[in-house]
Every structure is written in C-alpha cells, then in structure tokens.
C-alpha cells in the first residue's frame, strides 16, 4: 500500500514569517501539536508546541514577534506519496517521529501521515504498534 493512500491532504500550514503566537492560536484551534513550515507550497520545516516552548519561551523570546523561521525545526524527515506506507513507519521509528510530511517528488508538501493513520487505514495495527514502540523510547542524553 502506498501512503498517498492512507495520508491526510488538505493540511493546514503556517509561513515561515507566522508569529509564534499565531501558530500556537492555529495550534489550539486544530487541537494538534505541530505545524509544516511553507514557502508557498514548499516544506520548509516543522513547528511543533515543543519548538515554541524550548527554543522560544525557555529563551524569554516574545511570541508576538518571534516568527516560525526563527524556531521551527529546520531538517526535516519525510516521505513520497508514492513510497510504501512500511517505509514511512520505518522512517518514523527510527526519526521517533509522530507526524511524517508527506511530499510530491518534486518536493511540493501534498499530505501528512500519523500513527493513527498507520493503525486504522492499513488495518497493521502491529506496524503502527512497532512504530510507536521505537518513538516513545527515551532520547538518549546529549552531553
């Protein structure tokens, strides 16, 4: 099964100039934790609430004027609609990542997977179970 098959379309981004305030209001509104960065139709990034709160809030940087570009997480891992949708829960394991971009091979964002999408529209409960196994392992400490 190919994950253009399974992910979502239609999501909803943020520019890399949105305010940090602005996303988290989009954040809340769309009961998510993480938003792709374009440039046009173009994935430039991610945001997710952990960025806003670490990389800004902890830094005492005002969310009103602090724009996504300035925190949002630039080196992305991703996935071509036409890969197969093991490759994606691959990628995800071993990036332990929740929500996996999902771009057309010119590089244009055309959807999203998540877990929930592994689990219930391939019916592999075990793939997405193996997934979010390696994902929830704990970061090994840096330093």
Known sequence: MQIN??????VEVISPHTTLKEAA????????????????E???????????????????????????????TAAIYY???DQD???????MEEKQIRRLPIVSRDKKLVGIVSLGDLAVDTGKERLAGEALTEISRPAKPTG
């Open 5 to 10: 098959e399974i992910m979502t379309r239609n």
């Open 79 to 81: 996935c071509y609609e």
């Open 25 to 40: 209001l989009k954040m809340r509104e769309l009961d998510v934790g993480s938003l792709p960065v374009c440039d046009g």
């Open 42 to 72: 173009r994935l430039k990034g991610m945001l997710t609430d952990r960025d806003i709160t670490i990389r800004a809030t902890a830094e005492g940087q005002n969310p009103g004027s602090t724009q996504a570009r300035d925190v949002m």
């Open 85 to 91: 949708v093991a490759e994606a829960a691959q990628v």
